[in-house]
């Protein structure tokens, strides 16, 4: 039999990470290389404003575009995607305390200062003594598990 981990992690998996940069470096490359077929085609439509910009894109036609531009948009939905990834929120909960990590920063709350913690969509909330918030952000984690890791771990969760 084993024992079960001392704490439990929410927040992107590795799963999570690889989806995130597919997702938003296919969605960069997909957008750079349609670019100029998207602004000449809009240009021709009467009602769209900014036609000279839009005309500007859609010229860039040359062979050596058609390479570079979806480089260029995958390198950008790449950059985005780590930027969401960085600037998400991970929680390790144990039985002593939860360390809440947001890029490089570490902070530490105790279980003694935890009162409630309950999901706001995809918030999670953490409300401590006297009415204070200890937590309230985004946690990239599905609603069952957020409230078994707090169940798991003797947290007051006032979910459903």
């Known amino acids: 039999m084993t024992d079960a981990p001392s704490t439990t992690t929410l927040g992107f998996t590795r ?7 597919i997702i938003f470096g296919g969605a960069g490359l997909l957008v750079f290389l349609l670019a100029p077929l998207l602004a000449a085609w809009l240009s021709d439509v009467p009602v769209v404003p900014f ?3 839009l005309e500007w894109v859609g010229s860039f036609d040359q062979p ?11 390198l950008v939905g790449l950059a985005v995607a780590l930027v969401v990834i960085v600037d998400a929120y991970r929680l390790d909960v144990g039985d002593a ?3 809440v990590h ?25 409300d401590g ?7 309230d952000h985004d946690v990239e984690a599905s609603k069952d598990s957020v409230a078994a890791a707090f169940r798991r771990h003797g947290y007051p969760w006032e979910g459903v």
């Not at 003594?129 to 937590?135: A, M, W, Y």
């Open 15 to 21: 799963a999570d990470k690889i989806g995130t940069s």
């Open 51 to 53: 036609k000279g910009p």
């Open 64 to 74: 050596w575009a058609w390479v570079a531009r979806p480089l260029v948009g995958l």
């Open 97 to 99: 305390a939860i360390v």
């Open 102 to 126: 947001h890029g490089d920063d570490r902070r530490r709350i105790e279980r003694t200062q935890v009162v409630a913690v309950y999901r706001d969509g995809k918030k999670v909330v953490i």
């Open 129 to 135: 003594r006297e009415g204070r918030r200890l937590f």
